[in-house]
């Protein structure tokens, strides 16, 4: 019983080492706030121009999207490759109702972004990798991607509701919003409660 005790916490200690060895462990670098806020602002912005410039109708639960917007594919162009594809997409699905062969924005959605008027940026940082002392000996980088996190809260209809954004970078070097996680669109019984001005 206790030679199979021993074996056990022999292979226990080689499974710690060899994780050690082998997995590259995260830590955190700072990332200026003031640069985060700002790349939130342009990557958001896109939305907060497309929404601005709708035009209004009789129905009053919606709004004619721009002229120049046509398709998902005009839609998409709109963000310049700032956010990844399937996020814009979902912009699109959120926002759009199709109606006679034109598009519309439904009024009584609301996809947060950093331009509400309660908007608070509440951490930024870069997560990286330290290479693993496996990718050493191999002499070989196996670090995963590292990803810049920007979080953001704001308060709707009175209550406070968080996101994070993770931005990694494209080919250029340049950071792009990949995904987020926590609030991503809020459906309103009421067009006026929409914290898009649109009155």
Do not use: C
Not at 27 to 48: G, S
């Amino acid at each position: 019983m206790k030679s199979r005790k021993k074996i056990m916490q022999v292979i226990l200690i080689f499974i710690i080492i060899f994780n050690a060895t082998t997995l590259p462990i995260p830590y955190r670098e700072k990332f200026d706030k003031t640069m985060a806020e700002e790349m939130l602002k342009n990557a958001y912005k896109p939305l907060e121009d497309f929404i601005s410039n709708g035009i209004p109708v009789e129905d009053e639960g919606l709004f004619l999207a721009p002229d120049n917007i046509e398709t998902k594919e005009d839609f998409v162009k709109l963000f310049n490759n700032k956010i990844n594809t399937r996020l814009v997409e979902n912009f699109f699905e959120d926002l759009i109702i199709e109606k006679d062969g034109r598009l519309y924005i439904d009024r009584k959605v609301y996809i947060p972004t950093i331009y509400v008027g309660d908007g608070v940026l509440t951490k930024s940082y870069i997560k990286k990798y330290t290479r693993s002392l496996y990718s050493y000996i191999l002499d070989r980088d196996d670090r995963p991607e590292e990803k810049l996190v920007i979080k953001e809260k704001w308060k709707i209809t009175g209550e406070w509701f968080r996101r994070s954004n993770y931005f990694i970078k494209n080919d250029e070097g340049e950071w792009v919003l990949d995904y987020f996680n926590g609030s991503s669109m809020h459906k309103f019984v009421e067009v006026d409660h929409n914290p898009w001005n649109y009155n």
